[in-house]
């Protein structure tokens, strides 16, 4: 691993362009001052770079921070690349941090110097939108990792759903397997108040991947809080730096799971904490230096770099949160109808290159308005959820589910003839019509109407989708729970 560079803020330095720097780093710290009263600025740092933090600034504070372009120095800001001014952003608000004169904070020394440096460069690169945060967490463990010199790490990344996921580990996963995918169960606070579970998502997957499939392939498993060490941190919000682990169980009361082989008997749990919510948990294990010591640089370090990171995973969860809004239906968390055309256009592309086959259900519920007039708006919210929930279970892997308009969906299915598509049409239908909708204590009966259209040479998306829709007015015709195509 590769520490400090041209771009370290340490006291080791060397200077060059020695005038320019002082520059830039006076700019740099009398904007971090500025900022700290407005609690947006610090993650906006991060999401937007220093410059779009800036605009969060007041015109009077902007103004005092000499943020005009036209007064700043040559090639900067415009001068230098977003990811650039991220780490000069970092790196002026670690300097601050680091050095302030409070008692007991300690100065750092070279080497958590290094420690920050390469993180601050792990963490600024890339534009903001692209940050992969499973990508972003391996690469920060790696670092926390050689710093403390553990022979054993891991780390889990919170998703969207609600749940940590596995996102890198050191372990060889067929010795000592580690839970994929967990939940940390909810803990009264010291003033009996219930503290959320986590929230946040990551697969390594592109955003338009679909979230719920690894919660129905891999469900979250609890943690008992009378085994995990992960579950004490995120109670306490506090990291545990562990010099016995198996004393520190024996005076906590809790029992040794069986993925605790081979652990050692040091370690460093780090709950990432932004805003008083868990957005991952850095297990670094079987330390080969000693446990740093309270109000140690080396502690202290540790916590600047958890709260960095913590900063950086929420604002990836941030952007990972609106670019679902920004896909998916609200209700259903399916596909939206933008998104359905997007990704239909691009398979009809690949169809027509590669000649493969391609097919379309187009679904209508029936009888949903009765069922509103009937039940109320509630019932038929409950059952187009209901109704999502068993599209998604029955659909194969590689098949696009989305919410078309009110009560009608839509499947697209790649590589599958007409035959092939029936035959998923038959499968829908039943598992509507054989399981009645729940709804408080009512049960709901409802059935499905469904169109199929299979791609023909030269078609559009639109074309594709036209042609379904008529054969789904075929199937509505023919008397309703029918299919047509």
């Not at 780093?25 to 900022?35: H, K, S, V």
């Not at 941030?318 to 679902?324: E, G, Q, V, Y």
């Not at 008529?470 to 015709?477: F, G, I, W």
Request: glycine share 8%; proline share 6%.
């Amino acid at each position: 691993m590769k520490f400090g560079g041209s771009g370290s803020f340490g006291p080791d330095r060397p200077e060059s362009n020695a005038g320019q720097d002082r520059v830039r780093r006076g700019i740099l710290a009398r904007f971090i001052r500025e900022a700290k009263s407005f609690p947006s600025v610090p993650a906006r740092i991060q999401e937007t770079g220093v410059r779009g933090a800036a605009r969060a600034l007041d015109p009077v504070r902007r103004s005092g921070c000499g943020w005009d372009r036209r007064a700043a120095p040559a090639g900067f800001p415009g001068g230098v690349q977003p990811p650039r001014c991220r780490q000069l952003a970092i790196r002026a608000s670690i300097r601050e941090d680091a050095t302030a004169p409070e008692v007991g904070r300690p100065q750092l020394a070279s080497d958590a110097w290094k420690l920050l440096d390469a993180l601050t460069e792990t963490l600024g690169e890339g534009h903001p939108r692209d940050v992969d945060a499973e990508s972003l967490a391996k690469r920060a463990l790696e670092v926390l990792g050689e710093f403390v010199g553990a022979r054993s790490t891991s780390i889990y990344v919170a998703d969207l759903l609600g749940a940590l996921n596995l996102a890198a580990t050191s372990r060889n996963g067929a010795d000592h397997p580690l839970p994929r995918r967990v939940e940390l169960m909810a803990s009264p606070s010291q003033n009996g108040d219930s503290k959320s579970p986590v929230v946040a998502k990551i697969e390594g997957c592109p955003v338009l991947a679909e979230p719920e499939r690894d919660a129905h392939e891999h469900p979250a498993e609890q943690l008992d809080p009378k085994v995990s060490l992960m579950v004490a941190a995120a109670r306490a919000s506090a990291p545990l730096f562990l010099t016995d682990v198996g004393r520190f169980r024996t005076n906590a009361g809790l029992a040794i799971p069986t993925y605790a082989n081979g652990l050692g008997q040091s370690c460093i749990v780090l709950p990432l904490v932004q805003a008083g919510e868990i957005y991952g948990v850095a297990n670094l294990a079987n330390l080969s230096r000693p446990v740093p010591e309270v109000d140690s640089e080396s502690r202290h370090a540790l916590l600047i770099a958890a709260r960095l990171l913590a900063q950086s995973l929420a604002g990836a969860h941030a952007i990972a949160d609106l670019n679902s809004r920004a896909t998916r239906d609200g209700l259903t968390s399916l596909y939206n109808y933008a998104t359905l055309y997007d990704l239909l256009a691009r398979e009809v592309l690949r169809a027509g290159r590669y000649k493969t086959p391609l097919t379309i259900l187009l679904m209508d519920l029936d009888g949903f308005k009765k069922i509103n007039d009937h039940y109320g708006h509630l019932a038929g919210d409950r059952i187009l959820s209901d109704l999502a929930a068993r599209i998604r279970a029955t659909k194969r892997g590689p098949d696009l589910a989305a919410r078309y308009a009110g009560d009608e969906f839509a499947l697209v299915l790649p590589e599958t003839h007409l035959e092939g598509a029936r035959e998923v049409a038959k499968r829908l239908s039943a598992a509507i019509a054989d399981e009645a909708f729940a709804f408080l204590k009512t049960e709901i009966r409802a059935t499905l109407s469904i169109g199929i259209a299979e791609y023909k040479s030269g078609m559009t998306a639109v074309d594709l989708v036209r042609k379904a829709d008529e054969n789904l007015y075929e199937a509505k015709r023919a008397g309703k729970n029918a299919i047509c195509g």
